[in-house]
């Protein structure tokens, strides 16, 4: 019998831990944590848009290294980690696209800007959306996976692109305000970390569901084949 993901103590308890970790997180934002003398409340999206940026990094990169172990071993496991890390990779990496706009409209004066951390952000979400669209209308069988596995592999390239992108263009041409961590004030710093932990485990626990879905779908289509 198949059981839900949710039917296990462990997973439930996961889950309301996240839950209870995003509301911590909300009022320390919302109550705690100190206005930007120059960015006002547009700051506080920061707490969500960086962790984001972060979530969907470490999402692509396991987009990656399944898909050179699916190379390697064609296990239907790796193939289904590289497509669930994806669908959650892109969907953090939309969270990038949809925050990145609501702080930059009070502080730039317009909601997106040619700017190339950015530009190549929206290029990698981009690049995920082909992804999804071979996945979706590609033949079903090994060669969709492989050739999946590949455009996985080839799409982290951007990621340290991103990552690192202050340092290949001009200052003059980087909007972005870029303050190290370390010198921000202790309630800044702690509800950062803190926001950084819940989108990281929020990632952990997502994954482990739809690996489980995934999973309970590819035992249905092998019992339909041989039926």
Known sequence: ?????????????M???????????????LAVTRI?????????????????????GIAFLAVAVSGGFYLFTQNEKWDHL????????TLFCALVL???????????????SWEPRLTTVLIMFLIYIG???????????ERTRRV?????????VNVPIIYVSVKFWSA???????PGMSQQPADVYWTFILSLITFTLLFVHLLRNRLHLLKLQSQMSRMRDDI
């Open 1 to 13: 019998m198949m059981e839900s993901f949710y039917s296990k103590a462990g997973n439930r308890i």
């Open 131 to 141: 992804y999804f669209l071979l996945r979706q209308f590609g033949e079903i069988g």
């Open 172 to 178: 003059e041409a980087q909007l972005h305000p870029q």
């Open 148 to 156: 999946s596995a590949v455009i996985g592999i080839a799409a982290f």
């Open 82 to 89: 590289g497509l669930a890390s994806a669908e959650l990779g």
């Open 98 to 112: 949809i925050t990145g706009p609501i702080w930059a409209k009070p502080i730039w004066g317009e909601p997106w």
């Open 36 to 56: 930007d003398p120059d960015q006002q409340m547009a700051q506080k999206i920061f707490y969500y848009h960086v962790p984001s940026a972060w979530t969907a």
């Open 15 to 29: 889950a309301i831990a996240i839950s209870v970790l995003w509301l911590v997180v909300l009022y320390l934002v």
